[in-house]
């Protein structure tokens, strides 16, 4: 799952970032609010980690203006202003949960698990390609009924081929969404971590769904027209 965190403190932000990436999420981070705004636009998140303080754009302008564009995502507010006026206008704004600083990351990160628990869309929570099962929320993947055991990396890269079931994607799209950057420097990377995932989920199967497209890239679904 993407998160979008907003935190103009940049230890705070690196701190954040690594501890929710070693959970299995993409995070990206902005320290302004311009730019999460930005990113907001252009990208489809699960959730929205929020400072208020941000420079150029505030983070009650930018839970406002998220809120205005997506009435479903998750938004948590994180901020150091302990007023009870503050915390009722981001409420009454569209905000999920308001959590003050300082705070423990695994209180963070419980709440971040209660509101992707909470999201309306469930079939996003587990995803399902023929008799492959993903549960986002728990972490556990299965086939065939069977518990498959997969490393963090290989979680990530698994969901992101369930998302675009069906759909031909790029070494580059997968090093942009699963390792998140945004250049081509890790295509032979990606190969080891396919060829990983695909003894893990297609080798004791006759009914292959993890297909390689030549000169493409990958595409994951049960047809065997690849």
């Not at 954040?16 to 995070?27: F, H, N, R, W």
């Not at 983070?59 to 302990?82: E, H, W």
């Amino acid at each position: 799952m993407r998160i979008l965190l907003a935190e103009d403190d940049l230890p705070l932000a690196r701190y954040l970032s690594k501890g929710l990436q070693a959970e299995q999420y993409v995070v990206d981070v902005a320290n302004k609010g311009s730019d999460a705004q930005a990113l907001a636009r252009s990208h489809d998140y699960a959730l929205l980690v929020l400072d208020l303080n941000l420079p150029e754009v505030d983070g009650f302008q930018l839970l406002k203006y998220v809120r205005q564009k997506n009435s479903q995502v998750p938004i948590l507010i994180l901020t150091a202003r302990n007023a009870v006026d503050d915390r009722v206008s981001c409420l009454d704004a569209g905000a999920d949960d308001y959590l003050l600083k300082p705070f423990s990351f695994s209180e963070l990160s419980a709440r971040i698990r209660a509101l992707l628990r909470r999201r309306t869309k469930p079939v996003e929570s587990v995803l399902r390609v023929a008799d492959l099962e993903l549960d986002r929320i728990q972490r556990k993947v299965r086939r065939d009924g069977r518990s498959i055991d997969l490393t963090q990396k290989e979680f990530m890269l698994l969901e992101y081929m369930m998302l675009n079931a069906g759909r031909r994607v790029t070494r580059v799209m997968i090093v942009e969404n699963v390792w998140n950057l945004a250049f081509d420097t890790m295509t032979n990377v990606v190969d080891v971590y396919i060829n990983y995932l695909r003894k893990k989920i297609d080798n004791d199967k006759s009914h292959k769904l993890l297909h390689t497209i030549r000169g493409v890239g990958y595409q994951l679904g049960p047809t065997e027209d690849c």
